[in-house]
């Protein structure tokens, strides 16, 4: 009885763990993720955006963070990329960057193996590059999912894992003012918030929450006395693969992954 006590509460510890491994944003325990930017630099956040492009999310959050000078990151899914490319562009074009988010933003992708994931990756790598001219370098994994074959793949393909430390909670049907009161108030310095300016055809979000909320976030982080840098600025990996190298160059860094 006691032993039959002491297996249950082992197994539910180790699949706590292997859970916590595969949803949490910030578990590093199938690799290396980046969570957070450099705080050191004086209370600056990055913004970043999921899931897009969307014709309903992308252009009124373009809009706004051109009018308040705010450059962000966003992570594309490569289907809705193929069919709104000229949005890509436009995300590119006014200063900002495009990650890779997945092909099909999968919602069971968390029980694929190895080789589907590097399909995911690398056909949305194409479809960027295609579009851009530029290859990414920077992979977030579709629901925050991570495990084992995705990481495989992933370090196949050379990219970085970004994750985020703070979120909208705008994956589900929400408002502006919830949006602002998961950001304003808890942001700190080094901070990788996330918001959404995509849907995906299986989910019921409200687009326009994020894009109501983003001016007055961007007001209230301000007025807390943070700035916005791009993400590239807080985080060491460089977003887009060199397109430029000399073999030798190559093969190191081939080595080095
Ligand atoms: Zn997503």
């Given at each position: ?44 956040v990055a913004l970043t955006f ?15 963070l051109?009018?308040?000078?705010v450059k962000a990151a ?118 990788i918030i996330t918001l ?18 983003i001016?007055?976030v961007i ?9 916005f840098?791009?993400l ?26």
């Amino acid at each position: 009885m006691l032993i039959e006590g002491v297996a249950a509460a082992t197994s539910a510890a180790v699949l706590g763990t292997v859970g916590y491994g595969i949803l949490a944003p910030r578990s590093q325990f199938w690799g290396p993720v980046i969570v957070r930017g450099d705080a050191s630099a004086p209370g600056r956040v990055a913004l970043t955006f999921d899931d897009g492009p969307h014709p309903e999310g992308t252009p009124a959050i373009l809009d706004a963070l051109a009018e308040r000078g705010v450059k962000a990151a966003f992570f594309v899914v490569g289907a809705q990329a193929v069919k709104w490319p000229g949005l890509v562009r436009r995300i590119v074009d006014e200063g900002h960057i495009v990650g890779n988010h997945s092909f099909d933003h999968h919602n069971f992708g968390i029980f694929w193996l190895t080789r589907y994931w590097e399909d995911q990756i690398a056909r949305t790598d194409r479809v960027l590059a295609d579009i851009t001219g530029h290859r990414p370098a920077w992979f977030r994994p579709p629901m925050g999912f991570k495990q084992y074959h995705l990481f495989q793949a992933v370090r196949r393909r050379g990219h970085s894992v970004i994750s985020f430390s703070r979120r909208a909670y705008d994956g589900v049907p929400t408002t502006p003012e919830r949006v602002i009161g998961h950001i304003v108030p808890r942001a700190r310095a080094g901070d990788i918030i996330t918001l959404h300016d995509g849907m995906l055809t299986s989910t019921t979000r409200t687009l326009h929450a994020a894009s109501l909320a983003i001016r007055p976030v961007i007001d209230g982080l301000g007025a807390r006395g943070l700035a916005f840098a791009r993400l590239d600025e807080l985080i060491a990996p460089p977003p887009y693969v060199e397109e430029l190298k000399t073999p030798e160059v190559a093969r190191s860094q081939q080595g080095a992954l």
